[in-house]
């Protein structure tokens, strides 16, 4: 496969989105290939969590275009929208994620039990997840009982477990120290590409966009880097 041939997964076209008078994007593009590894990078404010909204289907553009396989993700009914969210995407945030009341192993079985999976098969499937997130020996605690890592690497285990397409992950390692985040990053990216996921990363830090493939600078509500035209 030649880059600049294949078709983009996901891409994204010329989206603008104001929230209020505040501007968050201003004539946004992007293309996200499968399996891709893509790190969103830039200041502060620049619209980068906006712009990860917009391309999972979560915000809704004031204008421009997000089109996933071929599928156009604004135009398409909530219904339809919310199907994709579940079935096609995964979802790692800063903290806070999982839930409470259920054990790790059961918060990464959540996701399948949601879609039919009988108990059984969705416990075995969420034990093997959780030990390739080297994170086995947590499955029967609740995730208060266990450390900001260990959480995080139950939250991608949760994410990757459906097997998902493209997985949007917003500053998921914003919350740890550095040796713990590097270690979150390089379980999550293997993970990935084992499946053959796509990652959207939004981070401030250079050292887990090193994990990326490619990353791209949101500025000013713009992509200000020249491959975004891959
Ligand atoms: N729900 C919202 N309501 C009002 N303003 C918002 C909302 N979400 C984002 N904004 C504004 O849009 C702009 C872009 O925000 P966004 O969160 O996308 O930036 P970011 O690059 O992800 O920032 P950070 O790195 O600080 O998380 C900012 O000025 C922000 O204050």
Redesign the pocket.
């Given at each position: 496969m030649t880059p600049g041939t294949d078709a983009p997964l996901l891409e994204a076209e010329d989206l603008v989105k104001t929230?209020?008078a505040?501007?968050?994007l201003d004539g946004a593009s992007l293309r996200v290939h499968a399996g891709e590894v893509l790190a969103l990078m830039?200041?502060?404010?620049?619209?980068?969590?906006?712009?990860l909204h917009c391309l999972a289907g979560i915000v809704a553009p004031n204008s421009g275009q997000v089109r996933y396989a071929g599928q156009d993700v604004v135009a398409m009914s909530d219904q339809r929208r919310s199907a994709l969210r579940r079935t096609e995407f995964g979802f790692v945030f800063q903290f806070g994620q999982l839930v409470p009341e259920l054990t790790c192993l059961e918060n990464v079985a959540l996701p399948l039990r949601l879609t039919g999976v009988r108990r059984r098969e969705a416990a075995r499937r969420a034990s093997d997840a959780l030990a390739q997130l080297e994170v086995g020996d947590v499955a029967d605690k609740r995730p208060g009982e266990v450390s900001g890592g260990q959480g995080q690497r139950v939250a991608v285990a949760r994410a990757l477990i459906t097997g998902p397409r493209v997985i949007f992950a917003d500053?998921p390692t914003g919350a740890l120290d550095s040796l713990n985040g590097e270690r979150v990053m390089r379980l999550f990216v293997e993970a990935a590409r084992q499946t053959g996921a796509a990652v959207v990363l939004?981070t401030?830090e250079a050292r887990v966009a090193a994990y990326s493939d490619r990353e791209v600078v949101?500025r000013d509500?713009k992509i200000r880097t020249p491959e975004h035209v891959r």
């Open positions: 929230f209020g505040t501007p968050a830039g200041p502060s404010g620049s619209g980068k969590s906006t712009l500053e939004v401030h949101v509500g």
